[in-house]
């Protein structure tokens, strides 16, 4: 359930930040869909915008992912990340989402899933090389390949696509399944993303980031990702990686559910991260392994035949 916050009036203003200059690797403008006839206005620390937000299901590719992911999402959500709930040991983190270096040239897509939280935050990404990550939190979002994905996303409910009885509103401008298309970036590019906590409602707003060095508050993950094999049956050709957002600082309560987003980012990526996952989830896939083997080795025993008395 949402928390009811009173949410502060904007503050009129943008932060001049220090430019942070440094070689980007370039993203071409590619995507389908029909654009939603509300775009939040709000535009924190000046940053351009990835896109227009376009409506849930108004493409072919976002239909299917309304209706084959955003049902199984819901459930797992509502399962494993509960609002108001320490979700930091819940075991489902099973990839680093400071290590979203894309496998071949794509055309990634971020989908609005959810929020829970008591701000109206924003989501951003900048798109780099590894090994050149910014320095501070500052340099990031003053990188100009740092882009707004949502301006505000902030939603009159969650998971609900399509509802006639539910409407996108200028204070509540995205609904489930909503989406901005990326562009389309070269093979070996690094995407970090970044929460502007509170960012449609104050300026000067902490920005929490993948990249966990850069967070002002020494609290680690405030960014954590899983995939869809974690809560539906395993399938090796899922490009979708969620991403999951905490907007307090210090982490707050650790639910870990206040903005969920997911990324079309190809099968390739999504495999070479499951390759890589993060260090927490060893445990927990070893266990998965042990069990596999164990249930191979029984079968094996159950299946040999005994040789014929006659030799």
Known sequence: MKNNYLKQTLVAGIVVLATYATTV??????????????QSPVDPYGLKLAGPVMLAGSDAAAKSFDQSVLPGLDAFISAKLPDGRDNM?????EVDPNKIVLASQTAVRAYFVSESGGYASSIGMN????????????????????????????????????????????????????FVNLGTFAKGTKLDFFMIANGANQSGAPVFSTTESLNPDGFKQHVAG??????????????????????????????????????????????????????????????????????????????????????
Not at 25 to 35: C, D, N, T
Not at 232 to 261: C, E, Q, R, T
Not at 291 to 305: F, I, Q
């Open 25 to 38: 690797p370039a993203a071409i403008a590619v995507g389908g869909g029909v654009v939603s006839p509300v």
């Open 89 to 93: 040991n819940s075991g489902i983190f």
């Open 127 to 178: 798109a780099t090389t590894p090994g050149k990550d910014p320095t501070s939190w500052q340099n990031e979002i003053s990188s100009p390949a740092s882009k707004l994905i949502f301006p505000s996303a902030n939603s009159v409910d969650d998971f609900i696509v399509n509802s006639p009885s539910q409407v996108r509103t200028a204070n509540q401008p995205v609904l489930p399944g909503d």
């Open 226 to 311: 899983f995939t869809s094999h974690i809560f539906a049956a395993p399938k090796l050709n899922s490009p979708y990686i969620f991403l999951a957002f905490k907007d307090m600082w210090g982490g707050g309560d650790h639910d870990m559910n206040d903005v969920v987003i997911a990324l079309n980012v190809g099968a390739a990526t999504v495999k070479s991260l499951l390759a890589t996952p993060e260090p927490a989830t060893w445990l927990t896939l070893g266990s998965f392994l042990a069990l596999a083997v164990w249930a191979k080795r029984r079968m094996d025993r159950s299946t040999v035949v005994p040789a014929s008395a006659s030799n």
